[in-house]
């Protein structure tokens, strides 16, 4: 029996970031195809804030995602209990409001919202009110799966973008302010300054487990702000979530697990394995997607899973790092590798978060007096998951 002719070229499942940016990226770049993207809720995007450095992109991807930036500063400033420095070089900011808005009128009938996903497969989406479509390739976007193949901490963060009843006082986001109570693992406090009396912000944990106490974070972010003589005269909205953060992993059995299934985002693995950002990766995602040839299901699993063996494989020192921050001293300690960090050159710093650092960069951070004592860091860099995962490196 003939199988049905495809309904789209391709069918993008859940419009997360990974996903938006790709759909958005396609239909500026390849009109002629006809593509898909599939949210269940309202809108696309949910409720969240994605910043990035400029250095973690080309010229080339800030033009083409400016549209989507909401906030943009020259500068960033990081505190810890013995360092307060402030770093040159561009931070800029989406809301998902924006994302939405902009992502949504580019695609027009391309997008199909309230669209509640029972099952798919490579070439076909089962919505729940029993339809199916047929696609040449589906793309799976739909967030981090629980996987046996990784070891992982989590950044865990709840925020708050609250109007005060007077300026705050901010020249430039600060995106670790760790002189804060450490309560069990590495905390900070992220601030994005939107406006003069507007801020978000951010309660952040490094800690050993995706469990958490919204109630707790609520409890902090107030204190923070009472402390720092914020008077808070309406919280405007609130996001919160937990990233990723890679110790370990077996990367062919974790692709072997998706059974040919093209995947996006965090579900595919690409994202910063020591900050769980994915901005960065959606955007060198979407570039590579929209320049290929073919988009049939087989040769788009292929590429996709040979674009996250790239990054996996250049990630293999950041695995390391993360093992000796969380695995290596007492958690409430943690903070010293951060603070010991942001002591070196911004060059190194920055590309550091472009996921990029040079050799020397690695044997810099290697080198000196660690912040941690030798002993438990030299069992952490070796470390392996208890389950014995392969492939650590």
Known sequence: MDKPAPD?????????????????????????????????????????????????????????????????????EVAFPDLARSLDGGYASIASSDFARVIEAALGPALLTRARIESLTPTTVRLADGATIHAGAVIDGRGMRPSSRLSLGYQTFLGQELRLRAPHGLAAPVIMDATVEQQGGYRFVYLLPFGPDRVLVEDTHYVDSASWQPERLRANIAGYAAARGWQVDAVLREEQGSLPIVLAGD??????????????????????????????????LADHVANLHDLSAPSLFAALREEARREWQGQRFFRLLNRMLFLAGRPEQRWRVMQRFYRLPAPLIARFYAGHPWLRDKARLLSGKPPVPVAQALVAACKIHPDQIRKTA
Do not use: C, M
């Not at 062919?252 to 950002?277: E, I, K, M, N, V």
């Open 251 to 284: 990367f062919d059995g974790f692709w072997a697990d998706l059974q040919g299934q093209p995947s996006s985002g965090l579900r595919a693995g690409l994202f910063h394995p020591t900050t769980g950002y994915s901005l960065p990766h959606a955007v060198r």
């Open 8 to 76: 789209y070229d391709l069918v993008l499942a859940g419009g997360g970031l990974a996903n938006g940016l790709l759909a958005w990226r396609l239909r500026s770049l390849r009109r002629g195809l006809r593509i898909l993207l599939l949210e269940s809720e309202e809108h696309i995007g949910g409720n969240h804030t994605w910043s990035f450095h400029d250095s973690d992109l080309t010229p080339k991807q800030r033009d083409w995602i400016a549209p989507l930036v909401a906030s943009r500063w020259p500068r960033y």
